[in-house]
Structures are given as structure tokens and as C-alpha cells.
T-cell receptor
Framework: DGGITQSPKYLFRKEGQNVTLSCEQN?????MYWYRQDPGQGLRLIYY???????QKGDIAEGYSVSREKKESFPLTVTSAQKNPTAFYLC???????????FGQGTRLTVV | GDSVTQMEGPVTLSEEACLTI???????????LFWYVQYPGEGLQLLLK?????DKGSNKGFEATYRKETTSFHLEKGSVQVSDSAVYFC???????????FGQGTELSVKP
């Protein structure tokens, strides 16, 4: 089955540790996105990538990093510089620009 | 910059009532417009889309018409069901930046 897989579904980390969230898609999509969702604030764009080996900062990139070494993979690292990392993280992909995005099931990160 | 504004929730309706969730946008050019739905603890699913002025997107009894003159894309359904309870997001694709921009979401609760 084609789709987007985020893992793990729940993730717990201690404050000050870096953590990497996985996002894999087998839809052969060029574009991939990472969003953060907080209660009552909708979705905010962290990073996006329109093509392999290229990515751009979104609206809230500080404290996050990404890589796009393979078309199917777009991992997100939440660094210790991110001041409030506890949130629900959503990965998405689309065929190209200006087409609908398909979302993974999300990863809920809790930093204690 | 481009943006999306949705009516605030939560919206509470009785089963079989009519639904309208307002969405207006600000954009340069002619963005594509989308409605997504999110059930508790899950990722987002595309509900419907419209890619040009006067297009009507429809799916599962929901409809929305791309109104360029009023820069709106209101979501409507004639008779809601308990199973429609979810959070609904309006979104636009920002052509010049390759970004999908979301509204803040509107929570819908349908009571039997």
C-alpha cells in the first residue's frame, strides 16, 4: 500500500536531548513537508522540500533541522535549542507544488 | 503574505443540521484551495479541493466553492452526522513559495 509512514507514534525524551522523527513515503512524491500542531493553533510549517537534496525553512524553523538525501525520506531532528518541543508533528508529501498534500498519522513528542 | 482565516470553533450542531464553516483567504495570484479533516489523534485527510475560480469541490456530502470575488471557500453540508465530528482545516497552496498554508482549524461536534 502506498502512503506516508511516521514513526514512532509516541516519543518521550528528556530535556536537552536531540531527537529525530522519521518520515518515509512510497508515493514517489517530490515535495515533502513538516508541520507542528499545538492545541488551538492549527498547523505551522517547520521545513519543506520541493526536491531531493534541497529544502527551505518554514515559519518556525528555529531549533529544528532536516535532511533530504533520498526522495522517499525526510527526517526531522528536534534539537535542544528548540525551547518548547512538546507537540504533535505531522509529515506530508505532494506530487509537486500546487497539488494536494497527503499526511502521515503524526508523532506526538513529549519532552520531560 | 498569503494567509487563511477560518471561523472560530467549537461548532456544536445536532444531527441532521446544516453546516457552514467559513473560510477566507488572502493571496496573490490564484492559489489552489483545500479542506482537510482531522479525527482525534490522527493525521489530516484531504476532504475536497478546488484549483480555480468558480470550481466546486465535493466529497462525502461536503461542498465548497472557490469564490474569487469574495476570496472565500466556505465548507457546507446539508445534513451532518455524529461521525462528522472532527477538526476541519482550510488551506491554500502558496504558488510563489511552494508552501501549503493552513487556517487555525474549526472543531465540529455533532450531537445525536
Amino acid at each position: 500500500d502506498g502512503g506516508i509512514t511516521q514513526s514512532p507514534k509516541y516519543l518521550f525524551r528528556k530535556e536537552g536531548q536531540n531527537v529525530t522523527l522519521s518520515c518515509e513515503q512510497n508515493l514517489n512524491h517530490d515535495a515533502m513537508y513538516w508541520y507542528r500542531q499545538d492545541p488551538g493553533q492549527g498547523l505551522r510549517l517547520i521545513y519543506y522540500s520541493q526536491i531531493v537534496n534541497d529544502f527551505q525553512k518554514g515559519d518556525i524553523a528555529e531549533g529544528y533541522s532536516v535532511s533530504r538525501e533520498k526522495k522517499e525520506s525526510f527526517p526531522l531532528t528536534v534539537t535542544s535549542a528548540q525551547k518548547n518541543p512538546t507537540a504533535f508533528y505531522l509529515c506530508a508529501s505532494s506530487i509537486t507544488m500546487n497539488t494536494e498534500a497527503f499526511f502521515g498519522q503524526g508523532t506526538r513528542l513529549t519532552v520531560v | 503574505g498569503d494567509s487563511v482565516t477560518q471561523m472560530e470553533g467549537p461548532v456544536t450542531l445536532s444531527e441532521e443540521a446544516c453546516l457552514t464553516i467559513n473560510c477566507t483567504y488572502t493571496a496573490t495570484g490564484y492559489p489552489s484551495l483545500f479542506w482537510y479533516v482531522q479525527y482525534p489523534g490522527e493525521g489530516l485527510q484531504l476532504l475536497l479541493k478546488a484549483t480555480k475560480a468558480d470550481d466546486k469541490g465535493s466529497n462525502k456530502g461536503f461542498e465548497a466553492t472557490y469564490r474569487k470575488e469574495t476570496t472565500s471557500f466556505h465548507l457546507e453540508k446539508g445534513s451532518v452526522q455524529v461521525s462528522d465530528s472532527a477538526v476541519y482545516f482550510c488551506a491554500l497552496f502558496y504558488n510563489q513559495g511552494g508552501k501549503l498554508i493552513f487556517g487555525q482549524g474549526t472543531e465540529l461536534s455533532v450531537k445525536p
